[in-house]
Structure formats: C-alpha cells, structure tokens
C-alpha cells in the first residue's frame, strides 16, 4: 500500500490551521523590557521564549510582542544574546513584533545605558545594529512599515477566530511622521481590532505620561490626543520603560473603551523573567492579565492581575453587516 505523504502533511497542516481559526480563547504573551536580563542573565531571558515555545499549541498563541528596551547597550554582544534567543521563536513559526526603546537606539552608550555623546535625540533615531539583527525578513507577520527596511515604525496582522487583528509599532515619543502615518493604517485597516505598542505611554502611577522623557518627539498625551483617541477600533496600547504594572481605561472619540496596559519589571531581580499574559476570551467579551515567570514558576499575585469585562471586540459578521 503507498501513501502520498507530501498530501498527508498538507492535510493535517490545514487541520491544525482550522482548529486555530476556529478558535475563540488565545493568548498573547507581551514581554516587558528585558534590558537588564539581557545584560545579566541570559537563563532568566531565555527561559520565557522556551516556555512561549513550549505552550504555543496549548495557549493558541498567535504572536509574541515586546514593548521594547529588548537590549540595554549599544553593543553587540547585547544583540547577539537577543538575536540568539529570538531564533527559537523563527525555527517554531512565531511571529513576534518588537517595539524599540531608548535602549535599543544609539542614543545610549556602547558599554552603558547612560546617554552617548551627541544629540540625543538625533542618536535616538540610529538604529543601525536593531534593524541589522531584526531585519524586517525576521517579521513573518510584518505588512508594511514606515520607512524602508526599518522595524522601528512597523505594522503586523493577525487572524484568530472571528476577529482579525492590527498590531502597530511606534518608536520611542514618536515623531509627527510615524503618528500620522499610523492613523492612516487604523483607518485603512478599521474592521480590525487595533494593539498599538509603544515602549513609553503610561507612568507609573498609570497616568499617560505628558512629557517627551527629556529627548523625544511628542509626548505620549500628544500621542493619545493625535492618534490614539480619534479612531473607533483602537483597542489596546501596552507600553513599558517605567516601573511596573499599571491599567488604564479611557474612551475614544467615537465612544469605545482604549484599555492602556504597563508592564516592566527590569530594576526588579533584573525582570525576574516575567511575563504579561494577555487571555482573550472573545464570545465572554473579556481579557483576563497576569504576570507569570517562567524562570520562577510563579504568577504575581498583586494589581498586575486583573481581567476586563466588556470588550467590544469587531468581529467578521459585524464587519459583513457594516459593509451593506
């Protein structure tokens, strides 16, 4: 008896794919700055991308994101330890998107994290060695960007159950060029769910931060006020950069709730390799959040643990009767 193996494949491929379609329960991981881990205990950075890794079939995961200061130094070695890792994610077919921070700009030094010589907000802009380790071919989920071959202001696409998703990447207190172009892809894209991840928009009191850290563009209020409340299916923004778990729920323009979520745990056990947990669960409306360490085993029990009630999520068939 002979048996076509290459249709096999194919057909237990699109099972699995259905299956994942189908699907109305995921999970997104979002990693919180792993500068300091980068630079202290690789163990510690490298055990969540195992676990990701291990769990992706179990959790349905359809992307991993970072909100940024992925590395601490403007060095090599930094981005080799970073690049190394990430390629368990590339041999599993994970898509991942990466916000850049401060930290993974020439706007610090090669051997330290104070600010490099020179206009820092010019050096904040150079970001040569990220875009050389990540080029945008490592972004299976990547549709466009804002400039050529730079990640630093990107867009990505997803799909799970009835719901299809945008993920946007804003660059560190962005310039006035990356908002607008941003808006232009929500409203290209407005039968999506919309993430926005930035590295800078909360504070650690969960206030939207009003100030450009010193050597940005414009602030993150300017950010919210310029893009982020104008459009109706911005859901989520999820930042880092401060200390350490913050919610905040605002409404947009158009009426729907814009859930912005902190997470950043680096002065922390160096991060203690925690993650932000995101578990959706689209037909009860809710998104349940935790931080969960796989070096540690160990969930946080404190107000990073919350859930969300009430999600307006756009779903197909609404997306169907809108268009009539």
Request: with cysteine.
């Amino acid at each position: 008896m002979s048996f076509n193996l290459k249709a096999i494949a194919i057909t237990l491929i699109s099972i699995g794919t259905l299956e994942f379609a189908s699907a109305q329960k995921f999970t997104i991981p979002v990693f919180p700055d792993t500068q300091s881990e980068v630079g202290g205990n690789h163990n510690m950075f490298t055990s969540r991308i195992k676990w990701v890794v291990d769990h992706k079939d179990s959790l349905k995961i359809p992307m991993v994101l970072h909100v940024g200061d992925l590395v601490n130094f403007d060095n090599y070695d930094h981005y080799e330890v970073a690049s190394k890792g990430y390629e368990s994610f590339d041999a599993n077919h994970i898509p991942y998107a990466i916000a850049l921070g401060n930290h993974d700009t020439e706007a610090v030094g090669f051997n330290s994290g104070s600010a490099a010589p020179g206009n820092v907000n010019q050096n904040l802009r150079k970001t040569h060695k990220f875009n050389s380790y990540f080029p945008v071919s490592r972004f299976s989920n990547q549709r466009g960007r804002y400039e050529a071959d730079k990640s630093d202001n990107a867009y990505y696409t997803f799909k799970v159950g009835n719901t299809n998703w945008l993920v946007i990447s804003l660059e560190f207190c962005p310039r006035m060029g990356p908002i607008n172009w941003a808006g232009d892809i929500v409203k290209e894209f407005f039968n999506y769910n919309v993430i926005i991840i930035t590295h800078y928009h909360l504070t650690p009191k969960g206030e939207i931060a009003d100030r450009n850290a010193g050597y940005g563009d414009f602030s993150p209020k300017d950010v919210f006020e310029r893009l982020v409340k104008k459009y109706s299916n911005i859901r989520f923004v999820l930042s880092g950069h401060v200390m350490s778990s913050a919610l905040k729920v605002d409404t947009g323009e158009n009426g729907n709730k814009v859930y912005q979520i902190l997470q950043n745990y680096q002065n922390e056990d160096l991060g203690g390799g925690y993650i932000r947990l995101l578990s959706f669960d689209i037909d009860k409306k809710s998104v349940s959040a935790s931080m969960y360490s796989p070096y540690y085993k160990k969930t946080k029990e404190d107000t990073s643990k919350f859930s969300i009630e009430g999600i307006d999520f756009i779903k197909q068939n609404e997306e169907r009767s809108l268009k009539r």
